[in-house]
């Protein structure tokens, strides 16, 4: 049977052809529980936006940073509900992308895959860099010893206008933390989550012990004024808000990475919804706490450009080094997970997309011995590495948020699609209360509210991407879909 252009466009991949292929031999091996996963989704996001993103938002928002953190964490939420629901009607890897191929078609779901690929690759690229930074101040208050500029400064330098290039300069301390992450992926799923486990409750305990002695310093007037009332940038007022509150989004995508560990996940209907929910509700805690203590206890001014800016506050609050010190120890450990699991996801949506004949076979090859997608993780390593090395992370953070919010809208879209494809009887763990229209409505929303304030190279980056990935389709993926062969 041969199919038009627009049949192929839209075809799609039932969810039980989705959990059938993650059955087959040489795939990938469940051998994650609950805690585990729960962790990677809080080890992908607590941690980012609080120890880096905050230089980045604090001087939009100002001291309402706090507001935009409220409302990342609101969108964030009505969109784990619709992953909660989708997690269990398609335990597949792939995230967003099996969702999107069980419901709205396969051209759709290779664009979402090309977001999800975009937010996963530039959030490792992005993260390493900010790691660095923690790194240096741990060496300084630890040996009195720092990374010599020219090995820890990018070559290509963006002023949000202008890009200029740095010739002789490599942001090296990145590039080795992404290697680090490489050795132990390829080991196999379930040790690189047991080291994850462990580094997130490292990262938990070092935050709780940053806002404890952040409050100790607590000064209600550095949260007057409010809001930001410098409109040179735009950015007075809500604008400024929402402008952070896109800037702090892509934190969020931990959510998203407990999703796409569906193939790898023991009895993954009820806990991959669990895992999803229980990661929300720890994240927006700890990131509401240490907003709160960060913005009382350092006026709005004093965070623009500053480098490791936790330690710094310690050591400004306490007057003392060893605080700094134990903060920047900690970082350094713990923000490895947020690396090590967003190269994870990379890898395994990857994987997903290869498996359905989208990309070339070479990111779907499994090892044997540690059921790890060897080569799909060398190559992720190999990009997002340079990335880290080269590239100033100006624009990384917004950019990771168009990824993350477009991936979003498109899971919202598929809960009743899904709904009235499957009908009311299928086998699901948890369903969107309020039926399948108001929650994911409310999804999208919120989404579309916080896309409306990121910057314009922002856009253009994205449609460059965006372009690029049609092309492969219709050069590439159309002809050699799986679903041709079942055509």
């Known amino acids: ?285 700890f990131y509401m706490l240490v907003a709160l203590a960060a913005m009382g206890a350092q006026p709005a001014h004093l965070f623009e450009g500053q480098e490791a800016g936790l330690s710094v506050i310690l050591q400004n609050v306490t007057g003392q080094a060893w605080p700094a010190l134990v903060l920047s120890a900690g970082a350094v450990v713990s923000v490895f997970s947020v690396t090590l699991v967003t190269i994870y996801g990379q890898t395994r949506i990857l994987y997903a997309i290869s498996r359905d004949g989208l990309i070339p076979k070479t990111f779907q090859k499994v090892n044997p011995r540690t059921g790890a997608p060897v080569s799909n993780t060398v190559i992720v390593c190999v990009v997002v590495g340079l990335i880290a090395g080269l590239v100033d992370s100006t624009f990384l953070w917004d950019m990771v948020s168009m990824g993350t919010l477009t991936a979003f809208i498109v899971v919202s879209i598929a809960v009743p699609v899904i709904r009235a494809k499957q009908g009311p009887n299928a086998e699901v763990g948890f369903r969107v209360p309020f039926g399948p229209y108001v929650i994911p409505g409310l999804s999208i929303l919120a989404c579309l509210y916080i896309m409306k304030d990121l910057p314009l190279a922002t856009y253009r980056v994205f449609i460059l991407w965006m372009a690029a990935a049609v092309a492969t389709y219709f050069l590439y993926s159309v002809r050699h879909s799986r679903l041709n062969k079942k055509a």
């Not at 995230?95 to 664009?111: D, K, L, N, Q």
């Not at 012990?209 to 950015?235: R, Y």
């Not at 991959?272 to 994240?283: C, D, E, N, S």
């Open 1 to 285: 049977m041969n199919l038009t252009l627009g049949q192929k466009l839209f075809r799609t991949k039932s969810a039980e052809r989705a959990h059938e292929d993650s059955q087959v031999h040489g795939g990938l091996t469940r051998s994650l529980g609950l805690f585990p996963l729960t962790m990677i989704g809080v080890g992908a996001t607590v941690g980012t936006g609080i120890f880096f993103t905050m230089v980045e938002a604090v001087p939009k928002a100002g001291p309402a940073v706090i507001l935009s953190f409220l409302i990342a964490a609101i969108t964030a939420g009505l969109t784990a509900l619709c992953y909660a629901e989708l997690a269990g009607r398609v335990p597949a890897s792939g995230s967003s992308y099996s969702f999107a191929y069980a419901t709205v078609g396969e051209f759709a779901a290779f664009i979402v895959a090309a977001c999800l690929l975009l937010e996963y690759g530039l959030a490792g690229s992005a993260v390493a860099i900010g790691w660095s930074d923690y790194l240096n101040n741990f060496l300084q208050n630890a040996f009195g010893w720092e990374i010599p500029a020219h090995l820890r400064s990018p070559m290509f330098v963006s002023d949000h206008s202008n890009l200029s290039v740095q010739s002789g300069n490599f942001n090296l301390p990145p590039v080795l933390l992404i290697i680090m992450c490489c050795i132990l992926l390829v080991r196999g799923a379930k040790e690189s989550a047991t080291t994850n486990a462990v580094m997130v409750v490292i990262k938990l305990a070092i935050l709780a012990f940053f806002a404890a002695i952040a409050l100790s310093g607590f000064d209600a007037n550095n949260f007057t004024p409010f809001f930001n009332t410098d409109d040179s940038k735009g950015f007075a007022g809500m604008a400024g808000v929402t402008a952070a509150a896109g800037t702090v989004f892509f934190s969020f995508i931990g959510l998203d990475t407990i999703a796409t560990a569906g193939e790898e996940v023991k009895d993954p209907r009820r806990n991959v919804p669990i895992g999803i929910l229980a990661a929300l509700v720890i994240v927006t805690v």
